[in-house]
């Protein structure tokens, strides 16, 4: 009895050994699940927190689960200023924000917020990452981008009229980065702030305006707080947005697992510029239910506005060279994309 349990175990050992090698254990059964963290300071309800937390989704089923993303909206986990240090420092694996509330941080990329006259976000979306292919500026290299994207037109919202420059004159402006350059140089007063404070800035009388894009009326509810829409376009400016990863936990992951995020970032750059004018569209259509006041402002007022930003420009380009960053030939490449691309 004893040979035969003996020869019994000999017998499943060897049948054990010959499924195994048919069939193998998957090369990712006993791999471990990736847990990362995503920080973000859009609130919950802005479809700019949606598409984020989608983002996250997609990475989650894309990998088949073998990545997991737990997503902080709301500035909870880092406040928008220190999202991007956190980001290198690790305290959260991925974020997004705002690139101009580190003014100086990125000085090559504030090209892109420049008054160039923007017509729409999609453009700034695909021109920012387009210029971050060609430059690949080295203010990023402590991190993995893993894209950029840029508001629509940034425009003049106040709490009274604003038909010219001498109505604007003095006026304290919320503002940030090269905006408040924007703003001095149109003759009001910046006062610097994050989004997440305009809202109470505005409502108490602390600023008498904001430069935004349209969709903020809406997504930031600052149109319950401004009475009248400026249409400067002739001296727009857009904002850059970076979403980012920790570059040591980038550079961990699985080079399947880097591609498919890469794929999902290619994609999620036509999104986000969609998402953009959509919102825009959303926040004047909020402004018009409000029965909020456009003012138009005549050909040659646009034209005094963008005459009057023309110096932020021209200096931007002087402080890059001192840098002996290639300012001027972003800026060429920046005003060439957009001639070829708004309409």
């Not at 040979?3 to 054990?16: D, G, K, P």
């Not at 009274?160 to 003095?170: C, F, M, Q």
């Amino acid at each position: 009895m004893k040979r035969c349990a003996f020869f019994s175990s000999i017998v499943t050992v060897f049948c054990l050994m010959f499924v195994f090698s048919v069939v193998p254990l998957s090369s990712h059964a006993q791999e471990k699940v990736i847990n990362l963290s995503f920080s973000n300071f859009f609130p919950t309800s802005h479809k700019n927190s949606i598409i984020m937390d989608q983002w996250c989704k997609e990475v989650e089923k894309r990998t088949k689960g073998r990545v997991k993303i737990t997503y902080y909206p709301g500035a909870v986990l880092t406040p928008a200023g220190q999202t991007y240090d956190s980001v290198i420092n690790g305290i959260a694996d991925i974020g997004e924000s705002v690139l101009g509330y580190t003014k100086g941080r990125f000085p090559l990329t504030e090209v892109i917020d420049l008054p160039l006259g923007y017509k729409n976000a999609y453009v700034a979306t695909k021109m920012i990452n387009a210029y971050f292919k060609k430059f690949n500026p080295k203010e990023f290299e402590k991190v993995k981008v893993m894209y950029l994207h840029a508001h629509g037109p940034g425009i003049l919202f106040t709490k009274k009229p604003v038909n010219n420059l001498e109505d604007l004159k003095g006026m304290k402006v919320r503002s940030t980065g090269f905006s408040a350059k924007v703003a001095a140089a149109l003759g009001a007063s910046p006062v610097a702030m994050p989004q997440t404070e305009s809202y109470e800035a505005l409502r108490t009388g602390i600023v008498q305006g904001i430069l935004n894009p349209i969709e903020a009326m809406k997504g930031w509810k600052i149109g319950e707080v401004v009475n009248y829409t400026v249409e400067n376009y002739g001296s727009a400016y857009s904002t850059s947005f970076f979403v980012v990863m920790n570059k040591q936990k980038w550079n961990s992951l699985p080079p399947d697992i880097k591609k498919t995020i890469e794929s999902i970032n290619e994609e999620w750059i036509e999104r986000q510029g969609r998402l953009w004018d959509e919102i825009d569209r959303e926040g004047r259509e909020f402004m018009v239910q409000r029965k909020n006041k456009f003012i138009a402002l005549s050909k040659d007022e646009d034209a005094r506005w963008a005459e009057k930003v023309k110096p932020v420009i021209n200096e931007y380009v002087s402080e890059l060279k001192t840098k002996g960053l290639p300012g001027e030939e972003a800026l060429k490449f920046c005003i060439n994309y957009l001639k070829a691309n708004q309409k």
